[in-house]
C-alpha cells in the first residue's frame, strides 16, 4: 500500500515563495511519474508540475519559470519550490505518484494561500 505525506503548504505575501514536499511510503516501482495539481475554487483542476524518476520534466504554462520541481528517487520524495507566488496560485495542492500507466496514488492536499 502506498501513502503520500504532504507538508509545505501555507500562506504567503504575493511575491514570496514556499516549498512543498511530498513522500512516498510503501512499496513503489522505481520508474514512475511523480507531481503536483492543484485545484482553486471554481477552476478545474490543473496539473502544475510533473516529474519521471528518468528526470524528464512537465510544467503547467501558468507556473513556468517561477516553480521547479525535482526529486530524490532514493528517498521517494518530490518537491515543488514555488518563487514570485502570485494570488492566482491559490489553491489546494495535491501530489501523486503513477505508474505502470494507470496506477495512482493520491496525497490528502495541502492549502496554499498566495494574499495580495
Known amino acids: 500500500q502506498v501513502q503520500l505525506a504532504e507538508s509545505g503548504g501555507g500562506l504567503v505575501q504575493a511575491g514570496g515563495s514556499l516549498r512543498l514536499s511530498c513522500t512516498a511510503s510503501g512499496n513503489i516501482f522505481s520508474t514512475n511519474t511523480m507531481g503536483w495539481y492543484r485545484q482553486a475554487p471554481g477552476t478545474q483542476r490543473e496539473l502544475v508540475a510533473s516529474?519521471?524518476?528518468?528526470?524528464?520534466?512537465n510544467y503547467a504554462d501558468s507556473v513556468k519559470g517561477r516553480f521547479t520541481i525535482s526529486r530524490d528517487n532514493a528517498k521517494k520524495t518530490v518537491y515543488l519550490q514555488m518563487t514570485s507566488l502570485k494570488p492566482e496560485d491559490t489553491a489546494v495542492y495535491y501530489c501523486y505518484v503513477s505508474y505502470l500507466g494507470a496506477h495512482t496514488t493520491w496525497g490528502p492536499g495541502t492549502q496554499v494561500t498566495v494574499s495580495s
Open positions: 516529474m519521471m524518476s528518468g528526470g524528464n520534466t
